[in-house]
């Protein structure tokens, strides 16, 4: 009996390694392909390689207690292949974890290609039936229209769809570095991010060209229905004149060494690989024409002369109604349909939270090709939160989710009397959580269904 994961993103190659890591044979479905030397290609995508990151290239925060620190922790401790992946191909980044896009995808692609235990296979998967083992759709936002529709058939439920927008990209030696300096938000951190410091002109300038910019043009089947946390820039700027100093362009603990004061807005600049030769533009996704693009970015202080690797672009993402449809094992209420939804199409949002789910559909999919019923991962823990989230949610009301502290189980009622500090509450959480964590793999070991090695996983 064999795994079928469906999906080259992030979901799709975390599942396949730790299947493969787990004793079972995997089939691994993605649809870009090269074609008489030609890439077949989504509208998102550039290459055809494995694990490509088509948005930032921000894991998020590595500060120790915080949420998004949490679920890495745990993913580290049970062995995740990416993540390993993701260290050692890390960039600075201040107190985040970001990752050179280009060598973390090709690290991911060389481990699939050394696993003997992963067969590629190079097409779209339009049916999910006639497979004698666990499937695992990890398809992500680009899910192909035919397979959405096999989805749709399968579960009976529409699915939700939004879109999600890609920020712009420069090249470091065009960004003029007289006019920027270098600092992390409250010094926390290395000073790895170029800061653009905007005077109250300059900004009132700048949004003004912003709102009157032209947008790039529809296709028949958009909606613009977006991301509340993933908004393009000029949506944010249509609230209100000062959102986008609230948002993105907040200048908050960004002093200006310079001057010793804090500029009106700030355009933070975070590096796209090791090399430090591209910038991306923090927060920066739009929907407006390049040759817009260009216009109204070079009115940033510092990138009057930018030259563009990449503009920001707007792409579709489709994910199921997961309260209604899956368990806590990431897999069809129904019982008999051994179907699996792991990355964004699963209802999370974020690189490291479509990694997680990747990672424990492959080991529970792994249970289930030994025989034995798949184990949810402790509830306590960020990575059982967040699919608790998912899979407990308002099915009327759902929207994706990134891993938050809201979504852990709360203090009991004397601790959380007793302390007030935010700080403190949040690592109580994450010792909890990590004690629950460690307690849950232990139990597994004994019961010889580990997690994959974790040296395994960060040697490769």
Same mark, same amino acid.
């Given at each position: +009996?064999?795994?079928?994961v469906?999906?080259?993103?992030?979901a799709g190659?975390?599942?396949?390694l #730790?299947?493969?890591?787990?004793?079972?044979?995997?089939d691994l479905?993605?649809m870009?392909?090269l074609?008489d030397?030609?890439p077949r290609?989504? %509208?998102?995508?550039?290459?055809?390689?494995f694990g =490509?990151?088509v948005?930032?290239?921000?894991?998020?925060?590595e500060?120790e !207690?915080t949420?998004p620190?949490?679920?890495?922790?745990?993913?580290?401790?049970?062995g995740?292949?990416?993540m390993g992946?993701?260290d050692? #191909?890390?960039?600075?980044? *201040?107190h985040?974890?970001?990752?050179?896009r280009?060598?973390f995808?090709?690290r991911?692609?060389e481990a699939?290609?050394?696993?003997?235990a992963?067969?590629?296979?190079? $097409?779209e998967?339009t049916?999910?039936?006639?497979y004698?083992?666990p499937?695992?759709v990890?398809?992500?936002?680009?899910?192909s229209?035919a397979?959405?529709?096999?989805?749709?058939?399968l #579960?009976?439920?529409?699915?939700?769809?939004?879109?999600?927008s890609i920020? %712009?990209?420069v $090249?470091?030696d065009?960004i003029? +570095?007289?006019?920027v300096y270098f600092?992390?938000? !409250?010094?926390?951190?290395?000073a790895?991010?170029?800061?653009c410091? +905007?005077?109250?002109?300059e900004y009132?300038?700048?949004?003004d060209?912003?709102?009157?910019a032209?947008?790039a043009?529809?296709k $028949? !089947?958009?909606?613009?229905n977006?991301?509340?946390?993933?908004l393009?820039?000029? @949506?944010l700027a249509?609230r209100?004149?000062?959102?986008?100093?609230?948002g993105p362009?907040?200048?908050?603990g960004l002093?200006?060494?310079r001057?010793?004061?804090? %500029?009106w807005?700030v @355009?933070?600049l975070?590096?796209?690989n090791l090399?430090?030769d591209?910038?991306n533009?923090?927060?920066?996704?739009n929907?407006?024409k390049?040759g817009?693009?260009?216009?109204? &970015?070079?009115?940033?202080p510092g990138?009057?002369?930018a030259?563009f690797?990449?503009?920001g672009?707007?792409?579709?993402?489709?994910y199921?109604c997961a309260?209604?449809l &899956?368990?806590?094992t990431?897999?069809?209420?129904?019982?008999?349909t051994r179907?699996a939804?792991a *990355?964004?199409?699963? *209802? @999370?949002e974020?690189? #490291?939270?479509?990694i997680?789910?990747?990672m424990?559909?492959g +080991?529970?999919?792994?249970?289930?090709?030994r025989?034995?019923e798949? =184990? %949810?991962?402790?509830?306590a823990t960020?990575l059982?939160?967040?699919v608790?989230y998912?899979t407990?949610?308002?099915?009327?009301?759902f929207e994706?989710?990134?891993?938050t502290f809201?979504l852990?189980?709360?203090?009991?009622?004397e601790t959380r009397r007793?302390i007030?500090?935010?700080?403190?509450?949040?690592?109580l959480?994450c010792?909890?959580? &990590?004690?629950a964590l460690?307690?849950?793999r232990?139990?597994r070991?004994r019961?010889?269904?580990?997690?994959p090695?974790s040296?395994?996983?960060?040697?490769s």
């Amino acid at each position: +009996m064999r795994i079928r994961v469906i999906g080259g993103g992030l979901a799709g190659p975390e599942a396949a390694l #730790t299947g493969a890591r787990l004793g079972c044979q995997v089939d691994l479905y993605e649809m870009r392909a090269l074609i008489d030397g030609k890439p077949r290609l989504t %509208p998102a995508h550039q290459t055809v390689e494995f694990g =490509e990151l088509v948005c930032s290239n921000s894991l998020k925060s590595e500060s120790e !207690w915080t949420a998004p620190w949490l679920l890495k922790q745990e993913m580290r401790r049970l062995g995740s292949a990416l993540m390993g992946i993701a260290d050692a #191909t890390a960039v600075p980044a *201040g107190h985040a974890l970001a990752v050179d896009r280009v060598e973390f995808s090709r690290r991911i692609t060389e481990a699939i290609a050394a696993e003997p235990a992963i067969r590629v296979i190079r $097409e779209e998967v339009t049916s999910l039936g006639a497979y004698d083992g666990p499937t695992i759709v990890a398809t992500g936002p680009l899910t192909s229209d035919a397979l959405s529709a096999e989805i749709v058939r399968l #579960t009976g439920a529409k699915h939700l769809a939004f879109y999600d927008s890609i920020s %712009p990209i420069v $090249e470091a030696d065009s960004i003029d +570095m007289s006019r920027v300096y270098f600092a992390a938000r !409250w010094d926390k951190g290395t000073a790895d991010y170029i800061n653009c410091p +905007m005077d109250r002109a300059e900004y009132d300038r700048f949004l003004d060209a912003l709102l009157a910019a032209e947008a790039a043009e529809e296709k $028949e !089947w958009e909606k613009l229905n977006y991301f509340e946390s993933c908004l393009p820039i000029e @949506v944010l700027a249509r609230r209100g004149r000062d959102t986008l100093r609230f948002g993105p362009m907040k200048p908050v603990g960004l002093r200006d060494p310079r001057t010793g004061k804090r %500029p009106w807005a700030v @355009v933070q600049l975070r590096k796209e690989n090791l090399r430090a030769d591209s910038y991306n533009l923090v927060g920066f996704q739009n929907h407006l024409k390049f040759g817009e693009q260009a216009r109204v &970015l070079r009115l940033i202080p510092g990138l009057e002369n930018a030259r563009f690797l990449r503009y920001g672009q707007i792409h579709r993402n489709t994910y199921i109604c997961a309260p209604a449809l &899956l368990d806590e094992t990431l897999f069809l209420k129904d019982g008999a349909t051994r179907l699996a939804f792991a *990355g964004q199409i699963s *209802g @999370v949002e974020g690189y #490291t939270e479509s990694i997680a789910t990747g990672m424990l559909a492959g +080991m529970y999919a792994a249970a289930l090709v030994r025989g034995e019923e798949p =184990e %949810p991962v402790p509830r306590a823990t960020a990575l059982g939160s967040l699919v608790h989230y998912i899979t407990h949610a308002d099915a009327m009301n759902f929207e994706p989710a990134n891993i938050t502290f809201d979504l852990l189980p709360p203090l009991d009622e004397e601790t959380r009397r007793k302390i007030r500090d935010k700080k403190e509450r949040h690592r109580l959480q994450c010792e909890r959580a &990590l004690a629950a964590l460690d307690a849950w793999r232990a139990a597994r070991e004994r019961l010889g269904a580990a997690a994959p090695d974790s040296e395994h996983a960060l040697r490769s």
